[in-house]
């Protein structure tokens, strides 16, 4: 394992404002882009799966089918398999993995697919190799992640600059590549992948509701979570300097004419027969 693989870590981890955003997210949400591409029958992994709503999204899309939802946090995947037996579903089951070095055969699945994962990991080209390889020939690799340099908001305040700054400097100390969605498709072609197509889509916070959400779990993530803890321990903020952006956010989250949205990049990739 390379050096990188080693010492990448999950830059949110899985404190209670991180859970909150990623159990909002479904297939409709985060993978509108692989969806027309689903038939009922098909076999699916779902690489760093969390709480598993896309995962179980997933299953409920290929009845016929299978989908296998993996994460390299055992933890998390206690609250997977309840989401799933919460919802009746039969046709899914989950594991711990690592995406650098699957536990497949290979031409195992029809789809693999990962949201917001590459961002994370040590090196983003083997695991793009690896999800390659348990890929059917004809079969699809499904990837999406965001670009934090991308994002943007309004109004201007000022905190939100320095929380871009200083969020880019911890998921980089880590091993990660917070950028990685203008990146993808450089990645797929280093991995030997060549029939790529490219999209992009938004997640958009505005209304007062969406505001106040999206600000409030930003602003405890930055104060109580994982992410808080690394840019102490790591020297990239002091405490005061956490309280400042938390702040920054609860501010944004109070202006009326509020905006803030999340670019994605996607590339849904077919493996060559």
Not at 139 to 164: E, K, S
Not at 219 to 238: K, V
Request: proline share 4%; with cysteine; glycine share 10%.
């Amino acid at each position: 394992m390379s050096k990188a693989q080693e010492t990448a870590v999950y830059t949110h981890g899985h404190h209670e404002s991180v859970l909150r955003s990623h159990t909002w997210r479904t297939a409709a949400n985060s993978a509108a882009y692989l969806l027309g591409s689903l038939k009922p029958h098909m076999r699916i992994l779902d690489i760093g799966c969390g709480p598993g709503t896309i995962t179980a999204d997933l299953a409920a899309l290929v009845p016929n089918g299978h989908v296998t939802g993996v994460d390299r946090a055992p933890g998390i995947l206690d609250r997977a398999r309840a989401t799933a037996a919460g919802r009746g579903l039969a046709n899914v089951d989950f594991a711990v993995a690592d995406v650098h070095a699957l536990d497949h055969p290979d031409d195992t699945f029809c789809v693999v697919h990962a949201h917001q994962v590459l961002q994370h990991v040590g090196d983003p080209v083997q695991a793009l190799r690896e999800m390659r390889r348990v890929t059917k020939p004809g079969g699809f690799i499904a990837v999406r992640d965001a670009d934090y340099a991308a994002m943007t908001w309004y109004p201007a305040v000022p905190g939100l600059d320095d929380w871009l700054d200083l969020y880019e400097r911890v998921a980089r100390a880590g091993g990660g590549e917070p950028d990685a969605g203008r990146r993808l498709t450089a990645w797929a072609r280093a991995a030997g992948l060549r029939d790529v197509t490219a999209t992009s889509s938004t997640w958009t916070f505005s209304t007062p509701e969406e505001r106040a959400w999206w600000s409030g779990l930003w602003a405890e993530r930055t104060l109580a979570s994982d992410y808080a803890e690394r840019a102490t321990r790591g020297g990239h903020a002091s405490e005061e300097r956490l309280r400042a952006v938390s702040g920054a956010w609860r501010e944004w989250g109070r202006q009326e004419d509020g905006w803030f949205a999340v670019l994605h990049a996607e590339i849904l990739c077919r493996k060559e027969g």
